[in-house]
């Protein structure tokens, strides 16, 4: 089975962040991998963003009611 690359845009939509986001979050090594696949050209893996969003912990509301 031949892997799906998602491009940065792609990535962007799919988590529902924004670009520092996710280079921040690059930076920590907290998100998937990104790869090198052309030259200039950058991909994440589907299959690992996909299963990082699914696993990622639940952020609720920390307000005091």
């Given amino acids: 089975m031949m892997q799906r690359y998602l491009r940065v845009s792609e990535v962007l939509s799919l ?21 090198q696949i052309g030259p200039g050209l950058v991909g994440f893996v589907e299959e690992e963003v996909r299963e ?8 609720g509301d920390q307000r005091s009611s």
Wanted: glycine residues 6%; aromatic residues 18%.
């Fill in 15 to 35: 988590a529902g962040i924004s670009r520092t986001t996710l280079y921040r979050w690059m930076k920590q090594g907290i998100f998937p991998k990104r790869y």
């Fill in 52 to 59: 990082w969003l699914a696993n990622r912990p639940e952020v």
